[in-house]
């Protein structure tokens, strides 16, 4: 670290990915991708287009968002699109919050949020999860600042209803509330039709779940017209170019071919039963999740132990160290295949396991 470095950027967290290995030999269950690769259409779209990138591409997003409007059911007002939708919320977080406007967010969620918060100065208010890793509704109520939630929330997979959310909107007219749905594809209920009823609500959402394209980056956020115009002079500043010609046309080639990856969706809903059926009969505690994953507690063996014995099998699972996340693994949902292989090697290591 140098001595330039702002005092501020010097306790900045390093956000830990989970570990990126790739190759025949590897399973990755450990950053929530889609096991299953784009559709026909989308690859046929990204080779077209990348016949065009000595252009810069359109900072307005514009078919894009055409295509986003015809899949969400909103108008092209509500729309705004990123580059990734890590950079929505870092938006969203320069445009709603600051010194004097404190984030509001429950203790165990996406990790990514409080490292924006350290980078932008802003004020964390934490709230734990129930007992039960449930967000409680209720202790949202007033909360004196921008409250960003994932729904459902990660790690665990557990969703608020849409109208616990709409309870949570009216009870903060003066803040935004940003619900990250990067996993409502996989069973949640979506809170986009609130947009018309709430100017508080920014739902943000990405392509790199159930879009199977998180290495193109892209996610967008919709809103009421007034919230999308604030995000996108905060955008416009700050990174004009940023969804670049491949993203767009992947993007809007998605939107146009989505029962393909509803159907994958499916697949992986149907997959996520199964194993939480069999990891269950294994004595894992599996919560009932809605996302792409399951957060799993093995029971006479260590969640560290479980984690590593799986990586030595070319498994990657994640293991969050520490707190109520000790004794517990998030598991991306993948092919039907790679699932029966962590199971079995979940029996053995239950069966023979010695730490
Ligand atoms: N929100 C949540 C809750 C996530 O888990 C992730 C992915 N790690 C993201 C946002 C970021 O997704 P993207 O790839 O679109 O930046």
């Not at 894992?284 to 063996?301: D, E, K, Y």
Request: net charge negative; glycine share 8%.
């Amino acid at each position: 670290m140098t001595s330039y470095l702002r005092e501020n950027h010097r306790s900045l967290p390093a956000y830990v990915p989970g570990t990126h290995e790739e190759g025949n030999d590897v399973i990755r269950l450990n950053t929530n991708e889609s096991p299953f690769p784009p559709s026909a259409s989308v690859l046929e779209a990204i080779a077209a287009e990348s016949t065009r990138l000595n252009f810069y591409n359109d900072p307005d997003c514009t078919d894009l968002i055409q295509a986003l409007s015809r899949k969400e059911g909103v108008e092209p007002e509500n729309l705004v699109a990123g580059n990734g939708s890590d950079q929505v919320l870092q938006l969203a977080f320069l445009a709603f919050a600051g010194p004097d406007c404190p984030i509001v967010l429950p203790d165990i969620t996406y990790s990514y949020y409080d490292l924006f918060a350290v980078l932008y100065e802003i004020p964390l208010r934490r709230i734990p999860l129930r007992e039960d890793f449930r967000i409680c509704p209720a202790d949202y109520s007033r909360a004196g600042g921008m409250i960003v939630f994932p729904n459902p929330n990660a790690p665990t997979g557990l969703a608020l209803t849409r109208a616990e959310i709409a309870g949570i909107l009216e009870a903060n007219p003066d803040h935004v509330v940003l619900v990250d749905e990067a996993y409502v594809d996989f069973g949640a209920e979506t809170v986009v039709p609130l947009i018309r009823t709430f100017p508080n609500l920014l739902v943000v959402r990405t392509f790199s779940k159930s879009g199977s394209l998180a290495g193109i980056r892209l996610g967008y956020g919709m809103g009421s017209p007034e919230l999308i115009a604030d995000l996108a002079r905060i955008r416009n500043a700050v990174d004009l170019y940023g969804v670049n010609r491949l993203a767009q046309a992947a993007g809007a080639a998605a939107c146009r071919d989505w029962s393909y990856y509803a159907q994958n969706c499916r697949r992986i809903m149907d997959s996520r039963a199964h194993v939480t059926e069999a990891l269950g009969r294994l004595g894992f505690t599996v919560l009932p999740s809605q996302g792409n994953f399951i957060f799993a507690r093995p029971a006479a063996v260590s969640a560290a132990f479980v984690k590593e014995k799986l990586s030595e099998r070319g498994i990657l699972v994640r293991h969050f160290r520490g707190g109520r996340t000790e004794d517990w693994l998030r598991i991306t949902i993948g092919t039907e295949a790679e699932m029966q292989q962590l199971v079995d090697a979940c029996r053995d290591l239950v069966t023979s396991g010695k730490e």
